[in-house]
């Protein structure tokens, strides 16, 4: 049994991987793409989402999401992934269509509907979960469980304590961590462990069609680079679906700060249970780095 998925996005040059993982990994069954404002505008993450989708002849429905947080103006990391959010690779053109109706009615459309619980995955800014759980809490009974990128037990990389996607819409992510929603997050503490290794990156162009068209991207990649090894942040949240064994994880209480003069963004992770508080997360700590190496590795050769 395939576990039937949807997944949030804002592509972004590792959002292209982890889409990638999620279409080609035998053990999932990606039903929604939605895409979000985050790395680039979501003109831009959208026209990129649907590039993709075209790319590897899936068909696929995908519904435009949030231009804007919640209530901040959008920052984007356009200086990570390039102006357009995929550079170094030229799509080809398609009359690709958008479902007519936002991202957040789109989940919710998949939700009512579903025969069985399905996982929401969201590797951007997290404005259309928190859309959804306020205009839509009745179809959140058939949400499985909600696996996040995002967030940081330690340092952050957008500001010196907040992880970007977090940082982003601070709102919406508090809105999601106070939700009752089951949350697995993978954030910074493995994700910045999810290296792959120069020496592999060296052999995509020989793989596929997939693997020629990552290698393009990845050599406009700023997270990290070619000769050391890139980081696969959205990735991690794919393969945690995929090899939860790879991962350690830990109950935790999570708070995202949201009204800090430097703090804001912040997810506050309360590692040794210091508040008091109940868990309402499943917090990544761990990684074998090695395992997800290689579970990466299998997953792209899948792919065309």
Not at 17 to 44: H, M, R
Not at 255 to 266: C, I, K, M, N, P
Request: with cysteine; glycine share 8%; net charge negative.
């Amino acid at each position: 049994m395939r576990l039937p998925i949807i997944l949030d996005t804002d592509p972004g040059i590792d959002d292209a991987a982890a889409i990638a993982a999620a279409l080609f990994a035998p053990e999932l069954d990606l039903q929604l793409l939605t895409t979000v404002a985050g790395n680039v505008s979501v003109e831009k993450t959208t026209r990129n989402a649907l590039q993709l989708l075209h790319f590897w002849n899936v068909d696929l429905p995908v519904a435009q999401g949030a231009a804007t947080p919640l209530l901040r103006p959008l920052r984007d990391a356009a200086y990570v992934h390039g102006e357009s959010g995929m550079e170094g690779y030229t799509f080809v053109e398609h009359q690709r269509q958008l479902l007519e109706k936002p991202a957040f009615q789109a989940i919710r459309d998949v939700l009512i509907h579903a025969p069985e619980p399905v996982t929401l995955v969201a590797i951007g800014p997290l404005t259309n979960i928190a859309l959804l759980i306020t205009h839509y809490p009745e179809c959140l009974f058939n949400l499985r469980r909600l696996v996040i990128m995002g967030g940081s037990a330690g340092r952050g990389n957008f500001t010196p304590n907040a992880e970007f996607n977090i940082a982003i819409d601070p709102e919406a992510a508090a809105k999601v961590f106070q939700s009752g929603l089951e949350i697995v997050m993978c954030g910074l503490d493995v994700t910045n462990q999810a290296v792959l290794t120069p020496e592999y990156l060296a052999t995509l162009p020989t793989l596929n069609q997939t693997g020629r068209m990552l290698h393009a991207l990845f050599s406009h990649y700023r997270s990290g680079s070619m000769s050391s090894g890139l980081r696969m942040h959205d990735l991690c949240a794919i393969a945690w679906l995929a090899r939860p064994e790879i991962f350690t994880l830990k109950p935790c209480f999570v708070a995202v700060e949201t009204q800090g003069e430097w703090t804001s963004g912040t997810t506050m992770v309360d590692i040794e249970g210091k508040l008091g508080q109940p868990a309402n997360a499943q917090v990544a700590l761990g990684i074998d780095v090695e395992g997800f190496q290689r579970w990466a590795a299998e997953v792209i050769a899948r792919a065309p």
